[in-house]
């Protein structure tokens, strides 16, 4: 598993779990959505994610997530 399967694998799971909360708990978890999206928007203007680095930092080797090569 490399650092960016591993981003995009948390954000989605961020945007479902949120958006299931917002519908049968309370409609506030939407603003989760929101944060999430923001930072999503922000990592792709400035190339820099707080996740990625704390995962470099953590040893995940660095990879992309777009590609079928294994």
């Known amino acids: 598993?490399?650092?960016d399967r591993i981003v995009h694998l948390v954000a989605g799971t961020f945007i479902l779990l949120?958006?299931?909360l917002a519908k049968?708990?309370?409609p506030?978890?939407?603003w989760f959505t929101v944060f999430v999206g923001a930072?999503?928007?922000q990592s792709g203007l400035t190339?820099?994610?707080l996740m990625s680095t704390i995962l470099h930092k953590l040893g995940?080797?660095?990879g992309t997530a777009v590609g079928?090569?294994?």
């Open 68 to 70: 079928c090569s294994r």
């Open 47 to 49: 190339n820099w994610c």
């Open 24 to 26: 049968y708990h309370n």
């Open 60 to 62: 995940v080797p660095e």
């Open 1 to 3: 598993m490399t650092v």
């Open 39 to 41: 930072n999503l928007l």
């Open 28 to 30: 506030n978890w939407i």
């Open 18 to 20: 949120s958006l299931a």
